[in-house]
């Protein structure tokens, strides 16, 4: 299937992802190719086969809900880009 | 010593001919010798090594002892640990120190093991030929102007070149296989839930396994033994008890069931793989083993499942990376928005922002059936498949790629790229284990074989591999630029 610029950019968007204007080009051609790989699978009827999420079928382990960690917050904070008073520093969400 | 087997050292250290200290040194400086030409390392842990080699031989001083303790290794810069910087080949994680260990990190330090340091990689795993890493190319050990093969290829180089006894890697779709196959080293993909994911940059979670990159089957075996098991950590591991794998390397191959997929032997596979691979199967019916063909029907549909499967999969893990907590973040955003898309987009590569953008369309409304459900109603033709092969034989082999390493920047078309792991990708759809060992070399470069088995029959695969290295030497050749640069024999 072929994506036009307008779907591209609508992808891109809902990944949160920016492609500049000469970007564009070249990026819908790449998915497109890609696309055209994929489809080969469309060939294949498969109406009755059931979907396989996980090689292995298995369930899901389940815990006591203990807390098991320690509490590392200052450290982890330290690796972020920006911070202050114990909080994440974002730009402005509103006015 | 330094082109010696894990097994090899590993004698040598209890026997107290060499010392932890010196086969350490011996690696650092053979890494600042070469590492330079190759690019294998991102992160070299001088220091640290050192101080773990000496406590190795303390330990060993005071009657510890055990296969891999005092044995230096690298690690695929894809498993977090501690307090070293941790990148995943991407400037999104240029400066990450991880705060904690990978469980299979914890594993091998509790083993004794000795950190050397953290090798290339393509960036978030994505790539097939180690060129999609933000801190550059890493280079064929057997011939420079040749890709290594990846994602794992930093790790296969350095195992290649004696920059490390042994090294890890992870397999998302061949990961582990085509790297060790380009570089004529021991590759393998365990069953998936062998091995903790958990510390291990999420890539795809349903297809994404670590496994040993090494000298030999027997090596390979030393440390799966070190890294499989349940961890609690990870939902998807597996509870089951871990076998020793070398117990079962010497067993005879008589009557044993290979098959061979005619599917792996058709069209685009080239002349010389396809001889070397033969050749290796009539020294399997030396050895006893009994040849039958098998038909795995839909495997020429694994590499368009793949790439719905593992990019929806990567969509979701790498939504993550947002410039918030940790990682990259662009200069000056001016609203969130803005911060966000600029912090991904300076911060991902091509290739990565590409399978986002795959991921993302498959996944989004409208196309979820299309694509992503179509994908796993694939993903199970593919598993019946093998499920139907493995009812008739022990084993299945066929080449691991198509050809040998082609050279650095002759393929930049990514679907051709996404192609070179046809033989691949359907073994980490079924989550099967599977390893590649060296069959052969041509026009200077080393081939692969592949060898795939029944779930948890990783004991098995390695009983085969290591049959056929008792019985050739192809896992013992070397680049004649790295023999030279031995200054040994």
Known sequence: MALDKTEVEKIAHLARLHISESET??????????????????????????????????????????????????????????????????????? | MINSTVAEISAALAAGDISSVEITQAYLDRIATLNGELNAFITVCEDSALLAAKAADEARANGLDSPLLGIPLAHKDIFCTKDILTTCGSRMLHDFVSPYNATVVERFNDA?????????????????????????????????????????????????????????????????????????????????????????????????????????????????????????????????????????????????????????????????????????????????????????????????????????????????????RYGYRCEDPVNLEDMYKRTRSEGFGEEVKRRIMIGTYALSAGFYEAYYRKAQKIRRLIKDDFDRAFTEVDVIIGPTSPHTAFKLGSKSDPVS????????????????????????????????????GKYFDEAKILNVAHQFQQHTDWHKQKSPAITAANGES
């Open chain 1, 25 to 95: 080009h070249e990026v819908t051609t790449r998915i497109t190719d890609i696309l055209a790989l994929i489809d080969q699978m469309q060939s294949v009827d498969t109406d009755a086969v059931e979907p396989l999420a996980h090689p292995l079928d298995l369930v899901q382990r389940l815990r006591a809900d203990k807390i098991t960690e320690e509490n590392q917050r200052d450290k982890l904070q330290q690796l972020a880009p920006a911070s202050e008073d114990g909080l994440y520093l974002v730009p402005k969400v509103l006015d």
């Open chain 2, 112 to 324: 004794g093991t000795v950190l050397l340091g953290k090798t290339n990689m393509d960036e978030f795993a994505m790539g097939s030929s180690n060129e999609t890493s933000f801190f550059g190319d890493v280079k064929n050990p057997w011939n420079t102007e040749y890709v290594p093969g990846g994602s794992s290829g930093g790790s296969a180089a350095a195992v290649a070149a004696d920059l490390c006894a042994m090294a890890t890697g992870t397999d998302t779709g061949g990961s582990i296989r085509q790297p060790a196959a380009f570089c004529g080293v021991t590759g393998m993909k365990p069953s998936y839930g062998r091995v903790s994911r958990w510390g291990m940059i999420a890539f795809a979670s349903s297809l994404d396994q670590a496994g040993p990159l090494a000298k030999s089957a027997e090596d390979a075996a030393l440390m799966l033994n070190v890294m499989s098991g349940l961890d609690k950590k990870d939902s998807t591991s597996i509870d089951r008890p871990v076998e020793d794998f070398t117990a079962s390397l010497n067993q005879p191959l008589k009557g044993i069931r290979i098959g061979v997929p005619k599917q792996h032997f058709a069209e685009g596979l080239s002349r010389e793989v396809e001889q070397a691979v033969s050749a290796a199967l009539t020294e399997y019916e030396k050895l006893g083993a009994i040849i039958k063909e098998v038909d795995l029907t839909n495997s020429h549909l694994s590499v368009s499942a793949y790439y719905v499967v593992a990019p929806a999969e990567a969509s979701a893990n790498l939504s993550r990376y947002d410039g918030v």
């Open chain 2, 417 to 452: 790229m996404y192609l070179e792991d046809i033989y691949t990708i359907a073994v980490n759809l079924a989550g099967l284990p599977a390893a590649s060992i060296p069959v052969g070399i041509a026009n200077g470069l080393p081939m692969g074989m592949q060898i795939i």
